[in-house]
């Protein structure tokens, strides 16, 4: 995982809506990255709808949100439609951007190891240095916590 003041490591990746997102085109806006393991299951689900809830708030402060995982564009699109969410989802499928923000883990199930994305949340501020992270998330009130952390930047 990435340490306090580090510079958030740099990228480009498709989001819905059809545009490419680049992290570093972002400045001056501080940025949320949430990353969740799987479109469409129950917690993430919850947390996309929490953060989709109080997206609002957060652009009302100059904070732009975005939720990554490995799912394609298509299952994004089809999940947000399907939820009615809001926050712009991107699409890490070679896993690039999760190993280089140290979220993609060895993940343990019902015996069987696997690699996987652990629930984690970065807070980048507007110079484009990491200002909180927020490993193995506990979704309830988790949303309401980053905005609060987010506002206080």
Do not use: Q
Request: net charge negative; hydrophobic share 40%.
């Amino acid at each position: 995982m990435l340490d306090i003041a580090d510079t958030a490591p740099d990228f480009t990746l498709p989001s819905t809506g059809g545009a490419d997102v680049t992290l570093s085109d972002l400045k001056p806006s501080k940025v949320v990255l949430f990353f969740y393991p799987r479109d469409d299951t129950s917690g993430c689900t919850k947390e996309n709808e929490a953060f989709s809830s109080l997206l609002g708030e957060f652009e009302a402060a100059g904070v732009k949100v975005y939720g990554i995982s490995k799912d394609s564009l298509e299952s994004h699109e089809k999940f947000m439609a399907k939820k009615s969410l809001t926050v712009p989802l991107l699409s890490d499928e070679n896993s690039d951007v999760c190993e280089r923000y140290g979220v993609w883990k060895e993940k343990s199930m019902y015996g069987k190891k696997f690699m996987g994305i652990e629930r984690a949340t970065v807070l980048i501020d507007g110079e484009g240095r990491i200002a909180r992270v927020w490993p193995k998330v506990k979704v309830p009130g988790h949303a309401e916590e980053v905005l609060e952390a987010a506002k206080a930047l």
